[in-house]
Nanobody
């Protein structure tokens, strides 16, 4: 199994920046798409940013131009968040589509990291 560990969350004022990182470890053959999701209490987990193995990225309109996802280091995905707004406050989760080499791909999730943006 693959474990994902996030870091970099915290408290920041509106307009500030944070950088989240996620490191994958364990039995990894290849990681396909990696992504960041976020969730607030009572709400559905929503996609924040995704990046394929080939480097193609996808963002919802709510974060486009402010957030940047990257995969410079093998088995690591980062999320640079600029111009943060109070509505960005949420628990952020790292996700990876894991290709195990034998058998079907499966989803791996991190434990989540809290991001709080004060107004």
């Amino acid at each position: 199994q693959v474990q994902l560990v996030e870091s970099g969350g915290g408290l920041v004022q509106a307009g500030g920046s944070l950088r989240l990182s996620c490191v994958a470890s364990g039995r990894i053959y290849r990681l396909n798409t990696m992504a960041w999701y976020r969730q607030t209490p009572g709400q559905t987990r929503e996609l924040v940013a995704a990046i394929t193995g080939g480097g193609n990225t996808n963002y919802p309109e709510s974060v486009k131009g402010r957030f940047t996802i990257s995969r410079e280091i093998k088995n690591t995905v980062s999320l640079q968040m600029n111009s943060l707004k109070p509505e960005d406050t949420a628990v952020y989760y790292c996700h990876a589509e894991v290709l195990p080499g034998v058998g079907r791909s499966y989803d791996a999730w991190g434990q989540g990291t809290q991001v709080t943006v004060s107004s």
